[in-house]
């Protein structure tokens, strides 16, 4: 069945959308996706193929996040979601052995909140504490995203902390998805936000600040975007 999935991607080949997914995803030599190889496959496209090999056993699904691919890896992970549902401690168990294959922005917050987020709504949640520790970029961003499953559920404890883990980290990436993550804060209770916002707004990076203000009224953030 993975030479059958394999070929359907190949199918769905885009040269041409390939070269911008690349420069899009950072892909270049110091670059954050440095190495990632695109097939030039649209997401929505990648859903179909996924849905079609739902139930994909975990050795080929494990064939495809070794993948040079990038496409690959995502259908993959996508595979994982649409089999969450029926046996969610092997998906968590097998997410969190591949982090290592889960290595760019799309790859963490299409799938985490979906598996890691899930599976710890009701569960001990220090491994994030772990991740968000990690030397490894991707790790630290599946720690916040996984978080967004606890804010829908109107807990905001987890998230709060890991913000404040992450407060200096020194990646953009994870400045846009704490700011991300406090920004859905917002949303559910305003409140809560600025009571982070009134406590750290003067030592976030500008990113991570400006992503958490978005959705508040003018004068608010012109308030704590003064330092």
């Known amino acids: 069945m993975i030479a059958n999935i394999q070929k359907d991607l190949d199918k769905l080949r885009n ?7 690349q420069r899009f995803f950072k892909t270049g030599p110091g670059e954050y996706g440095e190495g990632d190889i695109f097939l030039g496959i649209v997401v929505p496209e990648q859903r179909k193929i996924a849905k079609k090999y739902k139930d994909l056993g975990l050795k080929d699904i494990q064939e495809l996040l070794n993948s040079k691919y990038h496409e690959h890896r995502l259908t993959g992970l996508i595979i994982l979601t649409y089999q969450y549902k ?8 097998f997410y969190i052995k591949n982090t290592k294959n889960i290595n760019n922005w799309d790859l963490v917050d299409v799938t ?3 598996i890691v987020g899930e599976y710890l709504l009701n569960k001990d949640r220090s491994i994030l504490y772990k991740l968000a520790k990690s030397k490894d970029l991707w790790e630290r961003r599946i720690s916040i995203l996984a978080t967004f499953t606890f804010i829908r559920n109107s807990d905001f404890k987890d998230s709060i902390n890991l913000a404040e883990i992450l407060l200096q980290d020194k990646h953009d990436l994870i400045h846009k998805a704490v700011g991300w993550m406090l920004r859905e804060i917002g949303k559910k209770d305003q409140k809560a ?3 982070f916002l009134d406590k750290h707004h003067k030592i976030m990076p500008r ?3 400006r992503y958490s203000i978005e959705r508040l009224e003018k004068s608010k953030r012109k308030f704590y975007m003064k330092k």
């Open 86 to 93: 029926n046996k969610p401690k092997e998906v968590y168990d």
């Open 207 to 209: 990113t991570m600040l």
């Open 112 to 114: 985490t909140p979906n």
């Open 193 to 195: 936000l600025e009571t």
């Open 15 to 21: 040269p041409k959308k390939a070269k911008i997914l």
